[in-house]
């Protein structure tokens, strides 16, 4: 596919090849994405799900054009409407991040400043990209906050961010993320420091924003179950790679990676009544001294010598997993 070919409705809106983020620390280098592929489409949502210190955050920084020294995208390509990201210079980025891609955090004071109101800071974010009036930046804002589901959005533009609660704080970061008609948004974790009721009303609102506006969503999680709620497909990630992506019912359905099985088995709403929740043995591997091969080795007990040899994603587009001794129909998890 060509760059400058015009963009079909099947074409995905963002294709990423061979991702690679590292950083080069006294310590070593540490692999924190290494080689992930996937690609996104219209109004898709999918989840990127792994333990804590994956490289799901970098993978999210490594999709905007954020990742900051000492780290670097080391190799592999980010393609937003068959545009390269990588290697772009920082103004042109800039250009992009916002306007076409935008990234929601866990702590909406990243995006929020405390001391200007929302109407002042989504005028600036509006500015950055177009030029509007006073009174069509305000309307626009207005527009945006009821979208996310933030009543009486007119007079809440006057507001300062210390007045609004922790789900309000990250609709209003949603909504600026969604200002331009954003086509991609990139959310890392942005409902794990909510409560669980509120969690799940934004993850409601969310699905219906992007089936609305066509947006696609990255859905960044540690949890599974957040992940599953939402997401038409999900991307396992383990030591920095995909072990194991496809829609999101056969993923739950039917793992076919040990790993993913033991975060499933690991699930409250997944164990047998009466049962231990089960977790998996072993810690998630430094990324500085990975092991030789497949990098759960030392955590599976499905392992064998095979193994020191690192397992290639199988061939199927969208359903796959890098695994030799992979769950098959009738294994037991
Ligand atoms: P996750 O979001 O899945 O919890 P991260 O993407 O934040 O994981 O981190 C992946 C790996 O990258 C971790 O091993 C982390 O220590 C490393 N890492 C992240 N930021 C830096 C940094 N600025 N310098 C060195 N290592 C980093
Ligand atoms: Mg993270």
Redesign the pocket.
């Known amino acids: 596919m060509s760059g400058a070919s015009p963009t079909t409705s099947d074409a995905p809106i963002l294709e990423v090849s061979d991702l690679t983020?590292q950083?080069h620390?006294r310590a070593g280098v540490?692999?924190?994405?290494d080689g992930v592929s996937f690609s996104l489409h219209k109004g898709e949502i999918i989840g990127l799900v792994?333990?804590?210190?994956?490289?799901?955050?970098?993978?999210?920084?490594s999709l905007i054009g954020l990742v900051?020294?000492?780290?670097r995208i080391v190799s592999g390509s980010v393609k937003l409407d068959g545009q390269e990201l990588v290697g772009l210079s920082p103004a042109a980025l800039r250009k992009v991040r916002g306007a076409r891609i935008a990234m929601v955090f866990q702590d909406p004071m990243m995006t929020l400043n405390p001391v200007l109101t929302i109407g002042q800071q989504m005028q600036l974010a509006l500015n950055a990209h177009e030029k509007l009036s006073k009174s069509a930046a305000r309307a626009r804002s207005a527009e945006a906050l009821t979208r996310v589901g933030i009543p009486d959005a007119e007079a809440r533009l006057d507001a300062y961010p210390h007045q609004f609660s922790g789900g309000m704080r990250q609709r209003v970061a949603i909504a600026i993320a969604l200002l331009h008609g954003t086509r991609v948004i990139v959310a890392?974790?942005p409902t794990t420091a909510l409560d669980v009721s509120i969690q799940a009303q934004i993850l409601s609102e969310m699905r219906e924003l992007a089936r609305e506006m066509g947006t696609a969503l990255v859905w960044?999680s540690?949890d599974l179950s957040t992940v599953s709620a939402l997401a038409d497909r999900i991307l396992v990630?383990y030591a920095?790679r995909i072990v194991e992506e496809g829609p999101t019912a056969q993923v739950l359905r039917s793992p076919r990676h040990p790993y993913t099985a033991g975060l499933l088995r690991s699930l409250p709403a997944m164990a047998e009544p009466g049962t231990d929740l089960e977790q998996i043995p072993g810690t998630?591997p430094?990324?500085?001294n990975l092991p030789q091969g497949c990098p759960f080795r030392p955590r599976c007990d499905r392992a064998t010598d095979l193994c020191s040899e690192a397992p290639p994603m199988t061939p199927e587009t969208g359903r796959g997993y890098r695994c030799h001794h992979p769950l098959l129909d009738g294994t037991p998890a």
């Open positions: 983020t950083f620390t540490v692999k924190a994405v792994g333990e804590s210190g994956s490289g799901k955050s970098v993978t999210g920084f900051d020294p000492p780290g890392d974790e960044i540690h990630m920095g998630t430094s990324l500085l």
